[in-house]
């Protein structure tokens, strides 16, 4: 079932070195915060670190994830990869095309229709229009949105709108994919495919970064897993281990082929209006 | 679609891709700016595609469509008649009310149009900001562009209506000219105003009335030389009012344009030019941190 391990790459495709992000805590500067720093006291306002210094060297055609609870990091350090975010201290080096999954539906516009959405996405992603035209119909194929992709995604299901963005992130080119917990929502049949999709790009030689909170689908793709825990690394290795001390200390994640898919039938394609 | 054509085009009989070339490695490390003029030219296909898109969301959903493209500044000026014609009688020598009104709505109406979209680019895309390295400059630029077309409708009226009355004059040709520094004095007010938006919405609850005075403090319905000479020199410096009368000379025959404004509003769109770009490209760095 997992992919063989293929550490033989030398090639280096993403190496971050002391890695820091910083937030800062609470509501963003009003007046009255304003006011307050302007008067004599203790001011500076409580700081978070998403990531504490990460050091991490991700080899060309890795298949990596990541695991750790909410707020340890995890987006943070993709976001960065994705080149969205700037980090506060430290570096990372990138090489190759990033293709980011960090958000079911991320910029798509409701009032838009399936094919229009996947324009805008891909553009944002840096695809250029031919390229965009070209793959339209393998996008809603893979998607089997087929007769939607007319209908504004206003009108779409969640499970549909997250098919439409998943579609997107397949069936465009690039040398490091990211999927951020994309795979929640939608039904076990199309999770089946994505995961092989997945498997397929990895197996050409593309670097994937998965997260996921179900074990079955993280031990499925991932060769190396990498534990985070308040922004830092906490255990990095082969995916059965890492998993197993991570459980043992977390409890189980979802598990097997029962509960491993949250099923909700075959492709629950909402009514067009009229 | 089949079921049989959507098996066949995913995922497993799909022949594998060969892996892209290797590209050059990026260097992600804290930097203050990073924004360079040339990106300008690359983010051009991005903007292209937010700016038709901003286009079609507009009217959406919407049984008249483009057709309230026409509404507004009919509305306006309609307006305009009724309050500084009939009740304040303003005078205009040379060319009919009507016709001195429309060139100056052409070019207010494309500044609001653009002001307000523009300055919620930003936010009203904040899920591309925040997951995707889509070049924050392009949502700002993006509303330059789709605003065009409230231009072109107004812009059309009143050449019509100048042409019909047969004040055209043939520095018309100078009227890109003029577009181009609406577009600009417009673009660097949209980079300021979007990104101040980011941190503070204090901007889109200010922005709607101050639009609606605006048009007031600009020359667009009466004329600069009606003005007692304090008021004068207060709207002189609005730098819109610049392009308006810039606007009037290229189109009206005959017009005789005030310097005053003209060159504080050139100095002041350069200004601004230089001020937005430095602001935005030091703000943009942290935009999906803030926003």
């Given amino acids: 079932m997992a992919v063989t391990t293929r550490y033989e790459s030398r090639d280096v495709a993403v190496h971050a070195e002391g890695l820091r992000k910083r937030y800062r805590l609470g509501q963003h500067r009003s007046l009255q915060q304003t006011v307050k720093r302007l008067l004599p006291g203790p001011s500076a306002p409580p700081t978070f670190e998403a990531l504490a210094g990460i050091d991490l060297v991700c080899h060309r055609g890795e298949a990596i994830g990541f695991v750790g609870i909410n707020g340890s990091g995890k987006s943070t350090f993709l976001q960065i990869l994705a080149g969205s975010v700037l980090p506060t201290s430290g570096q990372m080096r990138v090489r190759g095309r990033v293709l980011p999954l960090l958000a079911v539906g991320q910029g798509f516009h409701p009032e838009l229709t399936g094919y229009e959405n996947v324009t805008l996405f891909a553009s944002a992603l840096g695809f250029r229009r031919r390229m965009i035209a070209e793959r339209m119909e393998a996008v809603a194929a893979f998607a089997e949105l087929g007769r939607h992709m007319e209908t504004p995604v206003k009108r779409f299901s969640t499970g549909m709108i997250s098919r439409l963005s998943f579609s997107v992130g397949m069936m465009f080119p690039a040398d490091i994919y990211i999927f951020d917990e994309v795979l929640a929502v939608v039904d076990a049949e199309f999770q089946g495919r994505c995961l092989e999709e997945i498997k397929r790009l990895h197996r050409s030689g593309r670097t994937v970064f998965f997260v996921s909170h179900n074990r079955a689908q993280m031990a499925e793709i991932c060769e190396r897993i990498i534990w985070l825990e308040h922004g830092a690394v906490r255990d990095h290795g082969p995916a059965p281990e890492v998993l197993d001390a991570y459980e043992r200390e977390h409890g189980p994640t979802e598990h097997g082929p029962e509960g491993a898919n949250r099923r909700v039938g075959p492709a629950r394609l909402r009514r067009r209006p009229r | ?291």
């Fill in chain 2, 1 to 291: 679609m089949t079921n049989a054509g959507v098996q066949e085009l995913s995922t497993l009989e799909r022949p594998l891709e060969a892996p892209l070339e290797w590209p050059g490695e990026r260097l992600v490390k804290p930097c203050k700016r990073r924004l360079r003029l040339r990106d300008l030219l690359r983010e051009m296909p991005v903007v292209r595609v937010l700016a038709s898109r901003d286009l079609k969301v507009k009217y959406k959903q919407s049984l008249l469509g483009p057709l309230w493209l026409f509404f507004q500044p009919l509305a306006l000026l309609a307006g305009f008649l009724v309050a500084f014609q009939h009740f304040a009688g303003v005078k205009i020598s040379g060319q009919p009310y009507a016709v001195f009104v429309l060139v100056g709505l052409s070019v207010w109406s494309y500044f609001q149009a653009a002001l307000t979209i523009g300055t919620a680019s930003l936010v009203t895309n904040m899920n591309l900001v925040r997951y995707t390295a889509c070049p924050r400059l392009a949502f700002p630029m993006s509303s330059v562009l789709s605003s065009l077309p409230t231009y072109a409708v107004t812009a059309t009226g009143a050449l019509a209506a100048t042409a019909a009355t047969g004040h055209l004059s043939l520095r018309i040709l100078l009227l890109p000219a003029v577009l181009v520094w609406l577009a600009l004095l417009t673009g660097a007010c949209i980079a300021i105003l979007s990104t101040l938006t980011v941190r503070y919405r204090d901007v889109t609850s200010a922005l709607p009335f101050l639009l609606q005075v605006g048009v007031f403090l600009a020359p667009v319905g009466y004329p600069l030389s009606q003005l007692s000479p304090t008021v004068r020199a207060i709207i002189d410096l609005n730098p819109v009012a610049g392009v308006i009368e810039a606007a009037r000379w290229v189109m009206l025959s005959g017009y005789e344009p005030p310097a005053a404004p003209i060159i504080v509003s050139a100095g002041v769109t350069a200004l601004l030019m230089a001020v937005s770009w430095r602001f935005f490209s030091l703000r943009e760095t942290t935009m999906a941190d803030d926003i």
